[in-house]
């Protein structure tokens, strides 16, 4: 069971640590050094550019305790540290939100930290767009992520043979930000 997480706005000096959750990734995995530059540049566009697209930290507080006061046996100080467990890098575009990124770092996986951060970016998405959150995934061969989409309420709605940006397939996955309903009211209006 995952403990709850707090969701910020990247911060500068969080790079180090958002550096370390990428290099475990298995998209860092199946596709190498490249995918740490490309991400590093994609990371600091948005926390630059904020009405292009957001980056969340995923974030964890670890107590941990300082050694007892020699003046005072009983007093215990209680530091807080907190632990960056995953990032999400999201575009705004015409018609929603496009997530770019969301990593989890090994050792947080299975845990529900990347339940809940999707969830915030859906929060997020309803506060502030009207349409959809589209999701695009390179690499057929990582299935976690495809299967994470889907229990998340995605669900598949394209496949592009030839993706320029990373010269390979892409699976698109969409999620409606609006109830079923609508959506039948709304096609058949327009029909």
């Known amino acids: ?27 860092y995995t199946a596709y190498g050094s490249t995918v740490l530059k490309s991400e590093k540049g994609r990371i600091d566009f948005y926390a630059q550019v904020p009405e292009k697209g957001k980056v969340f930290t995923a974030c964890i507080t670890n107590p941990s305790s300082s050694e007892k006061d020699d003046q005072d046996e009983n007093t215990e ?10 990032y999400a890098v999201i575009d705004f575009f015409s018609r929603g939100i496009f997530i770019l990124s969301l990593i989890i770092g090994k050792e947080y996986r299975g845990l ?27 690499g057929e061969q990582l299935v976690n992520v495809h299967t994470f989409l889907l229990k998340q309420g995605f669900r598949a709605c394209g496949f592009v043979e030839h993706d320029l940006s990373w010269n390979h397939s892409t699976i698109h996955y969409v999620f409606s930000l609006r109830e079923e309903k609508d959506e ?3 096609f058949l209006i327009s029909a």
């Open 1 to 27: 069971m995952s403990k709850n997480i707090t969701i910020r706005d990247y911060k500068e000096g969080d790079w180090p640590s958002v550096k370390l959750v990428l290099l475990e990734s298995d998209i």
């Open 77 to 86: 100080l209680e530091e807080t540290r907190e632990s960056i467990v995953g």
């Open 112 to 138: 529900g930290y990347g339940k809940q951060l999707m969830e915030h970016i859906k929060r997020f998405a309803k506060k502030n767009t009207q349409y959809t959150i589209l999701r695009g995934f390179a």
């Open 184 to 186: 039948e009211q709304e």
